[in-house]
C-alpha cells in the first residue's frame, strides 16, 4: 500500500496484475481541521459512501489496483469537475468562467446543500481558499490515478475502470429521481460514451447473478471520473457503479448490517468476472 497522508491511499496487486482500476473517491472520512458547516455532523457524515471502501477492499487480491480517497467530498469532490461551482458560493473575482452543472442543485465541486437541501456551507469561498483546495486533495487524487490508468494502458493496452459509490434508497430532493425507490445496484457509463456495451453487460450480469436488482443509467449516468477517463474507443472502458446503502447498512446508527456480507461478495463476483475477462484478452494479444 502506498499512502499520501490526508489526501489517498493506493492498494496495488498482490495477486497475478491484470488492467483493473478501483476508485473510491467519496467515502473518505479524514475530515480537514477547516472544515466547517452550521448542519450537524450527521446530515454531513451521511453523504458519504461510507464502507465502500470496504466494499472493494479486495481488489488487488484479484490483481487490480484501488485507489481510496482519504478526504470528504463534502469539502471538494472529486468526482466533480473544478468549475463545475455555484457562483453564489464564491467572494470576490474569478480568473476564469465559472462552469455550473451539478452545482446548479447543490451538488457540485463545493457542495451547498446536503442530499435533504439543507445549505452546508458556513460562508463562501474566495478563490484562494478553492485553489489550496484544490492543490492539496483534489489534484494530487486525479493525478494518481490518470498515472495508475496511463501506466496500466502502457503496459497492457487496455483498462477497465470502475468508479465505486453508494447512493440513498429513495432519490433526495435535490436528486433527478426524488422519492422514488432505487435498485440495489446502479451502473453509470454517461449514457453509453464511457464503455463499451460489452462491459457494461459484463457488469450487470455479474450483479444479476448474485440476486440483485440493477439499472443503468437511472438514476445516475456517471461523473466527472467516468467523462475525464472513459474513452472505449481507445481501450479504456470507464464505469459508475452505485450500491444502494440500505442493502448494507443502517441509515440512522451508520453501522454494518447483516446484508454487507452479501453486498462485498457481489462486488467479489465482479472483480472475479473482471479479472477473468482480463486474462482472457490478455492471452489473445
Known amino acids: 500500500m502506498f499512502v499520501k497522508p490526508g489526501v489517498f491511499h493506493r492498494y496495488d496487486p498482490t495477486d497475478l496484475p491484470v488492467p483493473l482500476v478501483v476508485d473510491v473517491s467519496r467515502s473518505g472520512r479524514e475530515y480537514p481541521v477547516d472544515m466547517r458547516s452550521p448542519v450537524p455532523f450527521t446530515a454531513i457524515h451521511d453523504n458519504a459512501s461510507v464502507y465502500v471502501e470496504d466494499i472493494w477492499a479486495e481488489t488487488h487480491r484479484h490483481g487490480g489496483t484501488m485507489l481510496y480517497a482519504l478526504f ?3 469539502y471538494i469532490d472529486a468526482n466533480r469537475h473544478e468549475l463545475d461551482i455555484d457562483p453564489e458560493l464564491v467572494e470576490g473575482p474569478w480568473p476564469m468562467p465559472l462552469q455550473p452543472t451539478v452545482s446548479k442543485r447543490g451538488l457540485g465541486l463545493l457542495k451547498s446543500k446536503s442530499r435533504y437541501g439543507e445549505p ?3 460562508k463562501k469561498l474566495t478563490f484562494e481558499e478553492v485553489e489550496d483546495r484544490l492543490n492539496r486533495y483534489h489534484r494530487p ?4 490515478l490518470k498515472s495508475i490508468i496511463d501506466r496500466t494502458k502502457s503496459a497492457y493496452g487496455f483498462v477497465y475502470h470502475l468508479s465505486c ?3 440513498s434508497a429513495i432519490g433526495a430532493p435535490t436528486h433527478p429521481d426524488a422519492g422514488k ?6 451502473i453509470g457509463d454517461m449514457n453509453g460514451n464511457t464503455a463499451s456495451r460489452n462491459f457494461v453487460e459484463l457488469v450487470v450480469n455479474a450483479i444479476k447473478k448474485e ?9 445516475y449516468a456517471g461523473g466527472e471520473l467516468n467523462r475525464r477517463y472513459g474513452d472505449p474507443e481507445n481501450d479504456v472502458e470507464s464505469i459508475m457503479v452505485e450500491i444502494n446503502k440500505k442493502r448494507f447498512m443502517d441509515v440512522t446508527t451508520f453501522r454494518k448490517t447483516n446484508g454487507f456480507s452479501g453486498i462485498k461478495n457481489a462486488a467479489n463476483t465482479i472483480l472475479r468476472g473482471l479479472a477473468e475477462a482480463a486474462r482472457e484478452r490478455m492471452k489473445k494479444a
Do not use: K, L, S, W
Open 181 to 186: 425507490e432505487r435498485a440495489d445496484f446502479c
Open 211 to 219: 440476486g440483485f436488482t440493477c439499472t443503468i443509467n437511472e438514476p
Open 120 to 122: 452546508v456551507q458556513e
Open 141 to 144: 487524487y486525479h493525478e494518481e
Open 72 to 74: 470528504p467530498h463534502m
Open 165 to 167: 459509490h453508494c447512493m
